[in-house]
T-cell receptor, first 116, second 115 residues
Framework: AQSVTQLGSHVSVSEGALVLLRCNYS??????LFWYVQYPNQGLQLLLK??????LVKGINGFEAEFKKSETSFHLTKPSAHMSDAAEYFCAVSVPVSGSARQLTFGSGTQLTVLP | EAEVAQSPRYKITEKSQAVAFWCDPI?????LYWYRQILGQGPELLVQ????????DSQLPKDRFSAERLKGVDSTLKIQPAELGDSAMYLCASSLRRDRNYEQYFGPGTRLTVT
């Protein structure tokens, strides 16, 4: 079964510091992986996705993630944190359902706090 | 930019009452998803539609939850009767395709509080 584990439910960084949010996946087939961001009382917005092309994926707002098969990881990074990056971040893996249908299975989320 | 619409944004209801949520996906998106997100957790899929047909409702508590997408466009999720444990954010998402390279677009959600 496919699943994701997000290490660290809360991460705090100073403004301007490196952001690193960790995600490890479990998948019996080549995975499709996603990072979403959620601001308070809002829906989820896609930051980036890995769909078996380049292993280093660049997303919106300066975020990027690197797919490492040997480590079964898909960590999210940003070189310099902004106050506006404070939000909850979810890693997700696409899992097959039936036929060509697929679904997303989400991790439990990491709350990012940016300190001034 | 096209968005997924949901209403209401907030709903407070008493235990044992009925409640309904509405979702209008992005035009042309064939696949529609309803998720439940408990505070502090990731979204969990309740039901997935392809056009008007249910693809997966294995996680939908069918004794009290129902979902429909009659014309393959907008959708309604109903809870009857509501229980205290149903308090959560209910998210709707849609995608153009249901296969591997799709991207799901999420609506703003409906925050349900059951008292």
């Amino acid at each position: 079964a496919q699943s994701v584990t997000q290490l660290g439910s809360h991460v705090s960084v100073s403004e301007g510091a490196l952001v690193l949010l960790r995600c490890n996946y479990s998948s019996s087939v080549p995975p499709y992986l996603f990072w979403y961001v959620q601001y308070p009382n809002q829906g989820l917005q896609l930051l980036l996705k890995y769909t078996s092309a380049a292993t280093l994926v660049k997303g919106i707002n300066g975020f990027e993630a690197e797919f490492k098969k040997s480590e079964t990881s898909f960590h999210l990074t940003k070189p310099s944190a902004h106050m506006s990056d404070a939000a909850e971040y979810f890693c997700a893996v696409s899992v097959p359902v039936s036929g060509s249908a697929r679904q997303l299975t989400f991790g439990s989320g990491t709350q990012l706090t940016v300190l001034p | 930019e096209a968005e997924v619409a949901q209403s209401p944004r907030y709903k407070i209801t008493e235990k044992s009452q009925a409640v309904a949520f509405w979702c209008d996906p992005i035009s042309g998106h064939a696949t529609l998803y309803w998720y439940r997100q408990i505070l502090g957790q990731g979204p969990e899929l309740l039901v997935q539609f392809q056009d008007e047909s249910v693809v997966d409702d294995s996680q939908l508590p069918k004794d009290r939850f129902s979902a429909e997408r009659l014309k393959g466009v907008d959708s309604t999720l109903k809870i009857q009767p509501a229980e205290l444990g149903d308090s959560a954010m209910y998210l709707c998402a849609s995608s153009l395709r249901r296969d591997r390279n799709y991207e799901q677009y999420f609506g703003p959600g409906t925050r349900l509080t059951v008292t």
